[in-house]
């Protein structure tokens, strides 16, 4: 029974690793700023900030 219970803990410890802390994702709010989510901006876009979680840019 500590075993199913062990293995529950550590399944919702995994599930909630994914949601933001703090309100939006920076990709939602990427795209609310009508950004696109990129590894490299295009020439003419600029890089304003980060989409997800870092692992991107935001480019407009």
């Known amino acids: 029974m500590q075993i199913l219970q062990l ?3 550590v ?3 995994l599930l909630l690793q994914d949601i933001p802390a ?8 990427c795209r609310n ?3 696109r989510c990129r ?3 295009f020439h003419m876009e600029r890089w304003e900030g980060s989409c997800a979680n ?3 840019r935001c480019c407009r």
């Open 7 to 9: 293995l529950f803990a």
């Open 54 to 56: 870092g692992r991107q």
């Open 22 to 29: 703090r309100g939006l994702s920076d990709s939602q709010q």
């Open 39 to 41: 590894r490299l901006c």
């Open 11 to 13: 399944i919702v410890i």
């Open 33 to 35: 700023n009508r950004g």
